[in-house]
């Protein structure tokens, strides 16, 4: 899941085709969006463009906007991991909306308040969820520190699972800042 505030503040042109709807303004603000879900192989490597991608269906991307707001984002998380997953895209976006909405996200305004670690990020994310434990998220940061992503591990039958090492993401200690999402 990639932090929208974030993501918006890095790009050059919020006003571009490829991030309009989610930068811009003119469509509401984005806090959590999900960049993806890819299936893993027990080592670093990740199966990835695994057969020919259809283009997906314009009701699938309509649905999906607000859970990845960016057509282009959907298409391209389809074609590199949906195609290792399902041989259609409703079933891969299906099974990704569902995984994205069981999870539930911490007070994002409190944490963007005062220094972080990744460490306290994965804190906050697990007691935000039951049944996680921090060993299961992974957080990472741009050079700058700044939050962009937080990943969940999932293991066998897509249940949440303990991140492997080269998962995990930021030590625990690295110090996070949370860019606030901005007031309209």
């Given at each position: 899941?990639?932090?929208?505030?974030?993501?918006?503040?890095?790009?050059?042109?919020?006003?571009?085709?490829?991030?309009?709807?989610?930068?811009?303004?003119?469509?509401?603000?984005?806090?959590?969006?999900?960049?993806?879900?890819?299936?893993?192989?027990?080592?670093?490597?990740?199966?990835?463009?695994?057969?020919?991608?259809?283009?997906?269906?314009?009701?699938?991307l309509?649905?999906?906007?607000?859970?990845?707001?960016?057509?282009?984002?959907?298409?391209?998380?389809?074609?590199?991991?949906?195609?290792?997953?399902?041989?259609?895209?409703?079933?891969?976006?299906?099974?990704?909306?569902?995984?994205?909405?069981?999870?539930?996200?911490?007070?994002?305004?409190?944490?963007?308040?005062?220094?972080?670690?990744?460490?306290?990020?994965?804190?906050?994310?697990?007691?935000?969820?039951?049944?996680?434990?921090?060993?299961?998220?992974?957080?990472?940061?741009?050079?700058?520190?700044?939050?962009?992503?937080?990943?969940?591990?999932?293991?066998?039958?897509?249940?949440?699972?303990?991140?492997?090492?080269?998962?995990s993401g930021?030590?625990?200690?690295?110090?996070?800042?949370?860019?606030?999402?901005?007031?309209?």
């Amino acid at each position: 899941m990639s932090w929208s505030p974030q993501h918006c503040a890095d790009v050059r042109n919020p006003r571009d085709a490829r991030d309009r709807f989610q930068c811009s303004g003119e469509n509401g603000r984005f806090g959590w969006v999900l960049h993806g879900l890819w299936p893993e192989t027990g080592g670093p490597g990740y199966p990835q463009w695994c057969r020919p991608a259809k283009i997906v269906p314009q009701t699938v991307l309509k649905k999906h906007m607000c859970m990845t707001p960016s057509v282009q984002l959907l298409q391209h998380e389809w074609a590199k991991h949906g195609t290792c997953m399902s041989p259609h895209p409703e079933a891969y976006f299906r099974s990704a909306e569902i995984l994205f909405r069981a999870v539930r996200f911490p007070d994002m305004k409190a944490l963007a308040a005062k220094p972080q670690t990744a460490g306290s990020v994965r804190r906050a994310f697990a007691a935000a969820n039951r049944g996680i434990a921090p060993q299961m998220i992974a957080v990472s940061a741009d050079r700058q520190g700044w939050l962009n992503e937080v990943r969940f591990c999932l293991g066998p039958r897509m249940k949440p699972a303990r991140c492997q090492s080269f998962q995990s993401g930021a030590r625990d200690g690295r110090q996070i800042r949370v860019r606030p999402m901005s007031a309209r």
